[in-house]
């Protein structure tokens, strides 16, 4: 079966300092893929190729079969995103943040509004709907944030450090929903973080560190005997 999301060979500089070099990955369909490292490891600038913030002049990225650079269009209707940064309005209700992103995927209004009650009730925030996006808690506008990634259906879901700033109890609740949605809806996702016990041993995994692609397999594979975290450093360098 075509991965979700497919990268091969991928390199990316500003300038003279190389953030990406030769990176390669895959997410298998209805999978959940972790990528690990630490800020400044090129997490982010991954995340900006695939989702063409950024112009990826070498190697290849294909979403759900679509290749990013020959079919964009294609590809990037497939995708997903939350990212680390806030993208709602937070003077808007969470209904009419999303009607605005439905319209930006051209869905008619009168099926807009039979998917934001299909994607609210799948975040557990249907009763919340008419509720200004700035009177919600940080897991509920995080949750609203994947239910705006959710309105158009995608096949991959790209969340870039989403549990960042959350409490402990607001981040276990985004995890588990995003799992809970691979489970339900079969989508895939790739999930950013620099938090090791936000992973468990049959995610996929993928280490990258200065820009490089350490480690990628199966995260019990990765780990061993002497569990993810001694792994982690081992490889990275990091001090503990």
Known sequence: MTPALQISDVSHSFGPVEALRN???????????????????GKTTLFSLITRLYNNTSGSIAVAGYDLRRQPAQALARLG???????????????Q??????????????????????VLRQVDLAERAGDRVNALSGGQQRR????????????LLLLDEATVGLDVKSRAEVLALTRRLIA???????W??????????????????????LENGRAGDVSGERGLTQSFLDLTGVAA
């Open 97 to 118: 943040n999303l009607m605005y992103h439905a319209s930006l995927h051209g869905i008619p209004r009168a099926e807009a509004r039979g998917r934001i009650g299909d």
């Open 23 to 41: 990176v390669s990955l895959s997410v298998p369909r209805g999978g959940f893929t972790a990528l690990l490292g630490v800020n400044g490891a």
């Open 81 to 95: 995103v939350v990212f680390q940064s806030r993208a709602l309005d937070a003077d808007l209700t969470v209904a």
């Open 192 to 213: 950013a973080t620099h938090i090791l016990d936000e992973i468990q041993p049959d995610d996929g995994l993928v280490i990258l560190h200065k820009g490089q692609v």
């Open 184 to 190: 339900e809806r079969g989508v895939s996702a790739l």
């Open 144 to 155: 609203a944030e994947i239910a705006r990634a959710l309105i158009h259906r995608p096949d």
